[in-house]
């Protein structure tokens, strides 16, 4: 100790015990004001009348199997702006931190930092008056080992007594398909990545197989998240179906997925069930663009390609000569379109819903850059959590029902009429909605698989 002050370098392992976490590695900056905790599965709660919040921890980095189930007293929720600029709401709790003989309470957000590399961010608000920083030095307090480490956290330690699940997508790196494979790893199965470029399959009606990269046949998977881009739909469909041949369960089938990308069938499907969607038109013929504009109200209107996605080949069009430009231009490149009526009083927002196995886990509030009237996250558009109402909820769940998925973003919009259902997407990004809510959502899928299964986790 230095002036009464401890030395710390930019790395280091502490200790909090009230919340039992023997020791964590940390990033010691002094240019960050607040602390901050990985943390997943975050929940508030009463206790004795006061305001606690339970979550869970992954305390070691690039180890999904060791997991601890904490609790703290709430101290706040805050707005909370990352590193990379995006803005959130965390949780703030206040506890204990343990160095050696000595303690001292400090305050700590509570994120997921799956994608960062350290379980925690020590700030200088838990430093103050207290430490002194060495940048050039890291572990000044001691260092944990990989066998120490197992020793400490033995009793957290997961069995690999699992299902095997492969993922399949096209990119591994994407945060969706990567916080999938974590999700199913901390929960103790086994997880595999299976690029859809890479599968090839053998149609027989006696052995049929699904082939990848060399020759190896994939066979005894118990279960496949199809995780398929609009561009590969057609192919991506037909390895599920392959799968779903050999007696595989998909999350979502097939079928499903197959009539959830054709926007009009979806549409015509949904209004079956007596889902509202905001007046749309469907044409073949430049003939009908007049009628068809006057169909849907009038300018301004939105014209959207049917294979468009995240907001892509969707165009608004402010005037009648503008509409007809556009339409007409969309179908000299031979191109299915949809003309809808444009929602003014939404302002540019809308709601997703993430319905999983007949449930609305998580909602957020989309709202789209100025001057845009998409709110698609790609695009730039902004996500913060939102409670949706009841019509909202029986809405979404009701959409996801009609399109036979199990898992679904169900996207809303809030009109004058009521709300109104725009789209269900049958491999919806979770980057925006986790971030913004907290919520393991990921988590969420794998359990919808176990549930399958009829396996009993925690």
């Known amino acids: ?217 994939l066979n005894e998977f118990d279960a496949i998240i199809p995780r398929i881009r609009p561009s590969i739909t057609f192919y991506g469909c037909a390895l599920t179906r392959q799968f779903e041949a050999l007696k595989v369960y998909c999350l979502n089938s097939s079928t499903a997925i197959t009539q959830s990308r054709d926007k009009l069938f979806s549409l015509q499907l949904l209004l079956n069930h007596g889902i509202e969607i905001p007046t749309t038109g469907f044409a073949n013929s430049p003939l009908d663009t007049d009628d068809l504009i006057k169909m849907v109200g009038g300018p301004p209107l939105i014209v959207k390609l049917l294979e468009g996605t995240q907001g892509k080949g969707v165009v608004i069009a402010e005037t009648k000569k503008a509409a007809e430009s556009v339409i007409n231009a969309f179908k000299s490149l031979n191109a299915n379109i949809l003309v809808q009526e444009f929602i003014k009083e939404a302002n540019g927002k809308d709601i997703r819903c993430f319905v999983i196995d007949g449930k609305v886990v998580a909602a957020i509030q989309r709202e789209a850059l100025p001057g845009e009237f998409r709110a698609n996250i790609h695009l730039g558009g902004t996500a913060s959590i939102i409670k949706p109402t009841a019509e909202e909820k029986r809405i979404a769940i009701k959409a996801a029902k009609a399109m036979d998925l199990k898992v679904a973003g169900v996207d809303i919009i809030r009109s004058s009429k009521g709300p109104l259902l725009l789209e269900v997407n049958s491999s919806p990004g979770l980057e925006g909605i986790e971030n913004a809510t907290n919520k393991d959502i990921a988590g969420e899928m794998i359990k919808a698989i176990e549930k399958n299964f009829k396996l009993n986790k925690n």
């Open 1 to 217: 100790m230095s002036q009464n002050k401890f030395i710390f370098g930019s790395e280091e392992w502490f200790s909090f015990p009230d919340l039992g976490i023997p020791t964590i590695k940390a990033r010691v900056d002094s240019g960050a004001k607040t602390s901050a905790l990985h943390a997943i599965n975050i929940t508030p709660f009463l206790k004795d009348g006061a305001n606690w919040v339970k979550f869970d921890i992954n305390p070691i980095q690039n180890n999904l199997k060791t997991v601890l189930h904490c609790e703290a007293p709430l101290v706040d929720k805050r707005i909370v702006k990352s590193s990379s600029g995006f803005r959130e709401q965390r949780y703030v709790i206040q506890t204990t931190l343990d160095i050696g003989t000595d303690s001292w309470p400090i305050e700590m957000t509570l994120t997921n930092r799956d994608s960062m590399g350290f379980r925690m961010l020590l700030g200088r608000e838990a430093m103050s008056g207290r430490v002194l920083v060495d940048p050039e030095q890291i572990y000044m307090l001691g260092q944990s080992t990989t066998d120490n480490l197992k020793e400490i956290y033995k009793d957290a330690e997961k069995a690999d007594s699992g299902l095997r699940i492969g993922v399949l997508a096209s990119n591994p790196e994407l945060y969706s398909n990567k916080r999938i494979m974590e999700a199913g790893e901390m929960r103790g199965h086994e997880m595999h990545f299976l690029s859809i470029k890479e599968c090839y399959m053998k149609l027989d009606a006696t052995k049929p197989q699904i082939h990848y990269r060399g020759g190896k046949i």
